[in-house]
């Protein structure tokens, strides 16, 4: 087994929880405490090197002001005005711009089809980027469990490059891009730069690939 890539995966699983938190849900004192007094960002659990994610890392180097960035999170992801940021698929893949379209439904499939029914109580689409850092995390942690890690004899990790090839990369990317030119805080700056950067990396991992689609947003 390759001891580099085993650990390389492991520490995207650790970065895949955070991203989840961290977009999902909103900042509160004790999220961010608990960031800075174990110096998350200084001491980041993945060592592959990726330029959007050195930098991210520098923005989100200083401790950041919690109203500012709570007010800066629910002007991107929340409302009640228009989002800056919105955080859901189908809103860049739809021509209309809305939620619950095609690409929730696609995604909703692919979460069926490896067990998994999302519910966190606010009937909110699955497509969020939030919960698909989540099952990024499940689907690494499993592959994990088998002990080997290689391509042609992991189930799990084929299911990810056709996760991140067929229903994430194709829309992230954009989704960083405008969440960067909406924040208004460096660490939510910093915060699209390092998850696009680790979802770069996560496509290394598994051979995943960008493929050319139209984005409406």
Known sequence: MNDFRYQTLASLTIASHFF?????????????????????????????RNDKVEHGLALLKARPDLQAISRDYAQLFVGPNTLAAAPWGSVYLAEEQTTCGKTTLAIRAFYADHGIAIDTGEREPEDHIGLVFSFIAYLVETALTTQVIEMAHNESLVSLQTFLTDHVLTWAPRFFAVMREGATTEF???????????????ASQVDAQYKIVTVYR
Not at 29 to 39: H, K, S
Not at 188 to 202: K, N
Request: aromatic share 14%; net charge negative; no cysteine.
């Open 188 to 202: 939510y700056q910093g915060l699209s730069l390092l998850a696009e950067g680790t979802l770069e990396q996560l």
């Open 20 to 48: 989840y938190r961290a977009l999902h849900q909103a900042p509160d004192t004790a999220f961010i405490n608990a960031l800075y007094d174990e110096a998350l960002f200084e001491e980041w659990p993945v060592e592959v």
